[in-house]
């Protein structure tokens, strides 16, 4: 059976670190779709290891893991990746695989994607992606004309002629839609071409390899990358990724079953953030962001980019929990809060005047809701050395308690400090 890990905001929720508690007991970890455009750290006896493409169960040396086939692979970075954690003493090479059936991200899907945006930019409507070629690819896949991880490494003996066809022709079609920009399309062919023996050891039938694992009865963790917020569907488009992001993303990016599924986490930091552009209800654009994100490190992990900070949105995460249908909670970072004196909670929004059960599919909507908060005494109390979740300050547990009854869902973990023995477990 398959247990699940995925974001509930609008990501850099801390899922990595679960995924690493969760990882000691299981056989396999899978990732299911986006691409290195995703940031995991994990800290583990004192050294950090940054996931941006690759599933973190890799610090399991006894668990297998799966790059699977929703996810686009920038192959450059894919070994690049792989080179930092083995670099740190992390040897896996025998424990990872790919899909064969993911796509594949090139260099120039990178610098489509710069181009998309300074297009937008000019109208400013700039969608604050991570430059990392993830849409555009995604959007080749769509059209039908993108090329997959086996084209590259079919063996047969004209598949690397068809591989340059397939390719020239996505050249192509590039040039008609931004007409003719400088890039060096021989000298990325010259390196796919030294790619095809190194990544084939890596590539497998992914849909084989799960249900093999399923039928095995092995431990499987699901890593969702990104967050429900930022899903090409349910989020706040098109300020979103371009892949699934919820629970449907895990069906589709893996070929699994829906019955496989047992337990589906949520991964919740303790205020709201996120990165980019689009409508952000509960931020604060004044001394309480500022605040959180100096306390707690908002930069993101993959871009560096400082992340926009706010309270919690139990609107959002009530949304969230109506789609992916989570069975427990991780809060996460709620040390962060340690020093507000009175903490807010957003628990409904009024628009024109009334107020709505619902979350606003038009943004034009979300950004003039009118944020309904409660109020909480804070803590002010250091809970980063606190072992056990009985012994976090009444205050912290009442926090808690509201946010559970709130979303009629359990809290099973909660974050007190960045490194990995810093998770406080609750029984449920």
Not at 3 to 24: F, I, N, R, S, T
Not at 202 to 210: A, L, N, T, Y
Not at 248 to 268: A, F, M, S
Request: proline share 4%.
């Amino acid at each position: 059976m398959c247990d699940v890990v995925l974001g509930a905001q609008w990501g850099d929720e801390g899922k990595g670190k679960l995924v690493d508690l969760l990882c000691d007991d299981i056989d396999v970890c899978a990732r299911c779709q986006g691409g290195n455009n995703a940031g995991h750290t994990i800290v583990v006896d004192g050294k950090k290891f940054d996931f941006h493409m690759l599933p973190s169960g890799l610090v399991n040396p006894k668990c297998q893991n799966l790059v699977g086939s929703g996810v686009v692979i920038h192959v450059p970075s894919f070994f690049e990746e792989l080179k930092n954690i083995e670099s740190k003493g992390l040897n896996c090479r025998d424990r990872l695989f790919i899909s064969s059936r993911a796509h594949l991200v090139f260099d120039f899907h990178q610098r489509t994607d710069k181009l998309k945006e300074a297009e937008l930019s000019e109208n400013k409507k700039s969608i604050g992606t991570t430059g990392k070629g993830i849409g555009p690819t995604y959007s080749t896949k769509a059209s039908r004309s993108g090329i997959r991880v086996h084209h590259l490494v079919n063996s047969n003996p004209d598949s690397w002629e068809e591989f340059k066809t397939r390719y020239m022709r996505l050249i192509d079609s590039r040039k008609k839609r931004y007409g003719e920009f400088d890039y060096d399309f021989e000298g990325e062919l010259a390196r796919y071409e030294k790619y095809r023996e190194e990544l084939k050891p890596f590539v497998v039938d992914s849909v084989e390899f799960m249900h093999k694992a399923i039928q095995q009865k092995k431990k499987i963790l699901v890593e969702g990358a990104n967050a429900l917020m930022l899903d090409i569907d349910f989020g706040t488009y098109p300020y979103v990724t371009s892949s699934s992001t919820g629970i449907g993303g895990v069906l589709t990016g893996l070929g699994i079953p829906p019955q496989t599924i047992k337990k589906i986490y949520g991964v919740v930091k303790a205020y709201t953030t996120r990165v980019g552009e689009g409508p952000f209800p509960t931020e604060q654009l004044n001394e309480v962001g500022e605040t959180l994100q100096d306390v707690g490190a908002e930069y993101g992990v993959t871009t560096g980019r400082k992340r926009r900070c706010g309270w919690l949105d139990l609107v959002v995460m009530k949304y969230s929990t109506l789609i992916n249908g989570y069975t427990s909670l991780n809060i996460t970072k709620l040390d962060v809060l340690d020093k507000f004196k009175e903490i807010e909670v957003a628990v409904a929004y009024k628009l024109n005047g009334k107020e709505i059960t619902y979350f606003p599919a038009d943004l034009i909507d979300v950004a003039n809701v009118e944020v309904i908060y409660k109020k909480f005494p804070g803590w002010e109390t250091d809970i980063t050395k606190i072992k056990k979740y009985e012994e976090l300050p009444e205050n912290a547990k009442n926090y808690l308690k509201f946010i559970e009854d709130y979303l009629n869902v359990p809290i099973q973990w909660v974050g007190t400090g960045p490194g990995r023995e810093s998770m406080l477990e609750k029984a449920i």
